[in-house]
């Protein structure tokens, strides 16, 4: 009894661990997102994406929330930076739920262009034609 008691918390602490480090991984492998994003490197972009889907099992719609680049989102700073190729690759990759909700301010990425006047840009149409 006490051999398997030991191997439970043995068992708890190394995935505790383990939970921790891919965590901090994760946001390491993450950690220039921005800086591509506002280069507008869409093929640095698309190689990150795929490392962190299959390195971590990730996709886009599960770590945008997380990320901020300036106090804006992924797809925010490309409209910002007018990095059509790295924008238009995020809206195309974030499930069409994830555009409609608000974003962290509670505003809407539609509502955040219109109020931002940036209706005329090659993401924003990009981002209608999604929704």
Same mark, same amino acid.
């Given at each position: 009894m006490m051999k398997l008691?030991?191997?439970?918390?043995? *068992?708890i602490c190394a995935s505790s661990v383990l939970s921790f480090n891919a965590n901090a991984s994760v946001?390491?492998?993450l950690a220039n997102i921005c800086n591509i994003v506002q280069s507008d490197d869409k093929s640095e972009?698309?190689?990150k994406m795929r490392d962190v889907q299959s390195n971590y099992a990730l996709k886009l719609g599960d770590y945008y929330d997380g990320i901020t680049c300036n106090g804006n989102s992924l797809i925010r700073t490309a409209l910002l930076s007018n990095a $059509?190729?790295?924008?238009?690759?995020? $809206?195309?990759?974030?499930?069409? *739920?994830?555009?409609a909700e608000p974003e962290k301010?509670?505003?809407?990425?539609t509502d955040w262009i219109a109020n931002n006047g940036l209706d005329g840009t090659e993401i924003a149409a990009v981002v209608k034609a999604r929704m």
């Open positions: 008691k030991t191997i439970v918390v043995a *068992s946001e390491a492998a972009l698309r190689k $059509v190729e790295s924008g238009t690759l995020l $809206v195309k990759k974030m499930p069409k *739920s994830k555009l301010d509670g505003i809407a990425l």
